[in-house]
């Protein structure tokens, strides 16, 4: 269950279960980079590292950057059942395609590096120092001082136009969880690009799609964060 689907105590206690993340424990071989697999062996029992958790993956702050720990579910037996989105190197791939990618302040965290076998996946990259939309709403995170509502959708509406049109990117999941906003400069930030999809030839129907939906999607996201002004 994704934290927009969870009540407050729900999410604790899902986060205080998973900060042991004893799944993980021995079974990091995937991690070829062994400065990196040593420094996520010490760093994830310590909640303090813990950033954030989603459907797909649970991210923990090594040292200066973030890494994303996905299971990589795409080989079990009843993969074809569900609904698993992009295959973590399909992820990894367009958030690559996007590092460089910035309109008008908004951005995506910059990826540095990825690692996959058939157990797992992890994303390195940079850890935002910022607020996930979704638990502002949940009234679990503060709003920065410096956020501008009409000027931040503005800018988010234009990076997303860019994106679609320029990039042939569509993000698919433009939900208050993926996005995020920059604690310093109250600009958005767009993670998880876990169901995202990149136009080609033969998929302009599925693109529109994605893109239609994620309108919808911005424009409940800022209702919803109206709605939470105006009671705060
Ligand atoms: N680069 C980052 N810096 C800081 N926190 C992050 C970063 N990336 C993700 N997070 C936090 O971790 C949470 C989970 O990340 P993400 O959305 O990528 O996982 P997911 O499992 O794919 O989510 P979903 O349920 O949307 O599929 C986010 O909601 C966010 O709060
Ligand atoms: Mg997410």
Not at 1 to 29: A, C, F, P, T
Not at 31 to 52: H, P, Y
Not at 171 to 198: Q, W, Y
Request: net charge negative; aromatic share 8%.
């Amino acid at each position: 269950m994704s934290i927009d689907k969870m009540d407050s105590s729900l999410l604790r206690k899902k986060i205080s279960e998973s900060v042991q993340l004893k799944n993980w424990i021995g079974k990091l071989d995937f991690i070829t980079d062994l400065e990196v697999k040593e420094a996520l062996e010490q760093r994830v029992q310590d909640k303090q590292n813990f950033l954030g958790e989603g459907g797909a993956g649970i991210v923990f702050r090594i040292d200066n950057k973030c890494i994303k720990l996905m299971r990589n579910r795409h080989n079990n037996q009843d993969a074809h059942l569900y609904n698993l989105g992009n295959h973590p190197k399909v992820e990894a791939e367009i958030q690559h395609k996007l590092k460089d990618f910035e309109v008008r302040s908004v951005s995506v965290p910059k990826i540095y590096n990825q690692y996959h076998d058939d157990y797992g996946a992890a994303i390195v990259m940079e850890e935002l120092d910022a607020v996930n939309l979704q638990l502002v709403l949940n009234n679990q995170e503060q709003l920065p001082d410096n956020f501008d509502l009409k000027e931040a959708f503005d800018e988010l509406d234009e990076f997303i136009y860019i994106m679609n049109t320029q990039e042939g990117v569509a993000h698919n999941d433009l939900a208050p969880r993926n996005l995020m906003i920059d604690k310093k400069t109250g600009k958005f930030k767009v993670i998880d690009f876990g169901r995202s999809i990149v136009k080609s030839d033969n998929n302009s129907k599925t693109f529109q799609k994605a893109i239609d939906d994620d309108a919808e999607k911005v424009e409940e996201a800022q209702s919803k964060l109206e709605a939470y002004l105006a009671k705060n």
